[in-house]
Each structure stands twice: as C-alpha cells, then as structure tokens.
Nanobody, 115 residues
Framework: QVQLVESGGGLAQPGGSLRLSCAASGSIVSVSAMGWYRQAPGKQRELVATFTSGGSTVYEDSVKGRFTISRDNAKSTVYLQMNSLKPEDTAVYYC?????????WGQGTQVTVSS
C-alpha cells in the first residue's frame, strides 16, 4: 500500500504561483512512477506532469514552460511548481503513483486561479 498526501493548493491570482507537494508513505520502494493530474468541474481528469518509470518527465502541452515537476527522494515527495497561473488552471489537483500494477491516488487539493 502507498499513501499519498497532497498539500499546497489554494487561491492565486492570474500570473501568480503556487507549489504543490505530494508526500508518499508506505511501500514506497515499489513506486515506479509518480506525478500530478487535475480535474476541472465538468471535465475528465487529465495528466499535468509526471515522472515516468524510466525517470523522464512528461508535461501536458498547456503547462509546458509554466509548470515544473521535481522530487526529493530522501523525503519521498514530489512537487509541482506552478508559475504564470491562468484561470483555466483552476481544478482539483491529484497526486498519482504506480507501484507494480497498482495505482494510488491522493485525496486532491483545490487550486483556484482568480482575480
């Protein structure tokens, strides 16, 4: 079992920044991939940014150049630095991890971008 706890969401103005954190615990040695997804009201959950099992990073096109995913292996934590935020970035952001064939999700953290 892997437990994921997100933090760092909140309200930001357009053009502002937020940093999300996702702390993993439990059977973290088996985690092969970890990243961030988001779901806006009335829309499907979509990939934002992720580390693949091979260690590379993948970003959704609309966040390239604005968002950066990083990790601290010592803390078993993945971060999402979000700059130049836009109203369309408003969503619940979820941390996702994969361990073998099992997928784990965090509880989500709300990000609202509004003036």
């Amino acid at each position: 079992q892997v437990q994921l706890v997100e933090s760092g969401g909140g309200l930001a103005q357009p053009g502002g920044s937020l940093r999300l954190s996702c702390a993993a615990s439990g059977s973290i040695v088996s985690v092969s991939a970890m990243g961030w997804y988001r779901q806006a009201p009335g829309k499907q959950r979509e990939l934002v940014a992720t580390f693949t099992s091979g260690g590379s990073t993948v970003y959704e096109d609309s966040v390239k150049g604005r968002f950066t995913i990083s990790r601290d292996n010592a803390k078993s934590t993945v971060y999402l630095q979000m700059n130049s935020l836009k109203p369309e970035d408003t969503a619940v952001y979820y941390c996702k991890s994969q361990a073998g064939l099992r997928i784990y999700w965090g509880q989500g953290t709300q990000v609202t971008v509004s003036s």
